[in-house]
T-cell receptor, first 119, second 117 residues
Framework: DTGVSQDPRHKITKRGQNVTFRCDPI?????LYWYRQTLGQGPEFLTY????????KSRLLSDRFSAERPKGSFSTLEIQRTEQGDSAMYLC?????????????????FGPGTRLTVL | AQKVTQAQTEISVVEKEDVTLDCVYETRDTTYYLFWYKQPPSGELVFLIR??????QNEISGRYSWNFQKSTSSFNFTITASQVVDSAVYFC??????????????FGKGMKLTVNP
């Protein structure tokens, strides 16, 4: 299996510009998650999809943020009118619900992240 | 609300020393999942282990071992005979059990391990 991929790996933008990131999950994984990680902190949950449905959004996800997963495969995260406080690593993870020995298992595998710098 | 506390922020050891990374969690759920991830300097989070709240068996995988104790809400991680390649930031994480298995992860702040030759 190829892992989760994210594009671009790095993005430098000026304040006020819009940016879009893409995440390609592991093939056939039906769940996709977005997290944000700032320096010295653990990742914080932003939103998640099961297939094409966006099931949960964090309060961290302001109106300037929007995420889509139109066909239940890849996902995009767009930030409009970027602010310096948006500078962070944006991580994508995917998972698949498996049935093993009667148990539900679901482990998130992460991509390499997109590092955003807003000047 | 869920919370994960990794009290140690940074540890430095010499190669071949054993090191234990502490993790304490808070949750009101009776069914939950605990995880450890490794984040090397390259930045990608690498999955190490997942543990169901009903399974308190300790686990060993090579030089890695995990001690899960519900009585103290702890899920500690020990690296035996540490190596330079173990140098990374290690995160403990917790998730609730949703209808379809675990869902969003709540991470601790991470613990930076430096293993010196």
């Amino acid at each position: 299996d190829t892992g989760v991929s994210q594009d671009p790996r790095h993005k430098i933008t000026k304040r006020g510009q819009n940016v879009t990131f893409r995440c390609d999950p592991i093939s056939e994984h039906n769940r996709l998650y977005w997290y944000r990680q700032t320096l010295g902190q653990g990742p914080e949950f932003l939103t998640y999809f099961q297939n094409e449905a966006q099931l949960e959004k964090s309060r961290l996800l302001s109106d300037r943020f929007s995420a889509e997963r139109p066909k239940g495969s890849f996902s995009t995260l767009e930030i409009q009118r970027t602010e310096q406080g948006d500078s962070a690593m944006y991580l994508c993870a995917s998972s698949s619900l498996l049935l093993a020995s009667g148990s539900l298992t679901d482990t998130q595998y992460f991509g390499p992240g997109t590092r955003l710098t807003v000047l | 609300a869920q919370k994960v506390t990794q009290a140690q922020t940074e540890i430095s050891v010499v190669e071949k020393e054993d090191v234990t990374l502490d993790c304490v969690y808070e949750t009101r759920d009776t069914t939950y999942y605990l995880f450890w991830y490794k984040q090397p300097p390259s930045g990608e989070l690498v999955f190490l282990i997942r543990r169901n709240s009903f399974d308190e068996q300790n686990e060993i995988s090579g030089r890695y071992s995990w001690n899960f104790q519900k009585s103290t809400s702890s899920f500690n991680f020990t690296i035996t005979a540490s190596q330079v390649v173990d140098s990374a930031v290690y995160f403990c994480a917790l998730s609730e059990a949703g209808q379809g298995g675990s869902e969003k992860l709540v991470f601790g702040k991470g613990m930076k391990l430096t293993v010196n030759p």
